[in-house]
């Protein structure tokens, strides 16, 4: 196979990432306004979401419906909605995807209820629009949608090494390997730099633990003919991967301190019926980005961007990493702990006992809810030299901003 080029960091100029259930840009035809949702009744059948009209440029993207049902459904595998995504006045159909209770059941992180869809683009497109269709016979509550630009390169399973026979390929591209495969390559150059490789995998329906693959990285060195081991073999386990109903991906993350040729992103999986969904690279800024997007964009607590990707020196502690500040926090990547957030009450109090260069050094957690229900409604995040607590605000609500899992 033939080298491609280095990875590139591209920002996607996209203003509005997320649009919620009241917002002008979306035509909700059927329904009735509700606290900031719209309910559906069971009576509705046919389109009753449009909208927003934008244009996306090439590159890969999620797409959050967030839909629950409105009444208790015993049927798991009822088809209640269809997802589709349009371009052209909806002439043009770029994904689609039938909607079931199961699925809306399911909660992200525990904060919100919905589907994903996922789009490749490989040229821009005008007037896209993201349209909801209820079947009917099922009342539905629609809070919105957000759109994840996920900056970087990804490669699906036909794009990379394998046994066709050893794997059936779906028509959302994913692969259902037959018996325990591998998939190689995609055999790429990558220049000196820090990168995240993330792994979509999702066990068999009737596997909930234990092993399900691994995954490792290798290359050549600038000055060296044998390939060698970039990132060690880690084994990915059937909890890992169905922790938040299946948004979490295998991750690797690691470092180059000169050219590699020949970089391979090795998945081998160790059961029949494991799923691949696609193998995704990129470089630690668009890692950053990508965290970014996935918590809101601007309509995170985090606000717009204000600086660029800055290398940090290293903290107290002896931990590296780079920094982008927002105008209302920042978001730190170290190569141990990937990106975390910091803002709010958290990035006074992290700020006043000197930031990165302080006692407490570089965070290692993203703000997550206190599992000490005698400490209230509390926020913690913990740092290389301690933790910080505060009380959880309007302006920190995860779900009120329509967060979304790390990374």
Known sequence: MTSSP???????????TVWRADDPALRCDGGVPRQGVRAISSEVQGEFLRGPHIALDRGFYGIEFQLEAGQAITEAGREVAIARITANDGADTLIESTITAEEIAQTFGGMYRG?????????????????LKSLGGCSLIFQGIKLIPRPGRVWFPSDLDHIK??????????????????????????SAGEYRVGIKLKPPPDILTGSIAQIHAAGIAANSQEKHVIDPIQKITAEQMLARFGIPDAKMRFRLD???????????????????????????????WHHY?????????????????????PSPQGLSGSVREFDKG????????????????????????????????????????????SQGDVLVQEFEGGKITWPVLPEDSQEDTALSPAE
């Open 6 to 16: 280095a990875v590139t960091t591209i920002f996607p100029p996209i203003p509005q």
């Open 115 to 131: 589907v994903r869809l996922n789009l490749l683009l490989d040229h821009p497109v005008e007037n896209v629009e993201f349209r």
């Open 165 to 190: 026979a050893q794997w059936k390929h779906q028509p959302d591209r994913s692969a259902i390997c037959t018996a325990p495969a591998k998939l190689g390559g995609p055999s790429i150059a990558l």
């Open 258 to 288: 000169e050219l590699h040729t020949q970089v391979e992103l090795r998945t081998e999986t160790l059961a029949p019926g494991v799923t691949v969904q696609w193998v995704r690279l990129c470089t630690a800024e668009e890692a950053v």
């Open 293 to 313: 997007y996935n918590l809101g964009g601007t309509a995170s607590p985090l606000g717009r961007p204000i600086s660029s990707f800055t290398p940090l020196e």
């Open 330 to 373: 920042s978001i730190v990547w170290t190569l141990k702990h990937g990106p975390c957030e910091v803002y709010g009450d958290g990035l006074v109090q992290w700020k006043h006992q000197g930031g990165a260069g302080g006692s407490l050094g570089l965070p290692i957690s993203r703000p997550h809810d206190s599992a000490d229900e």
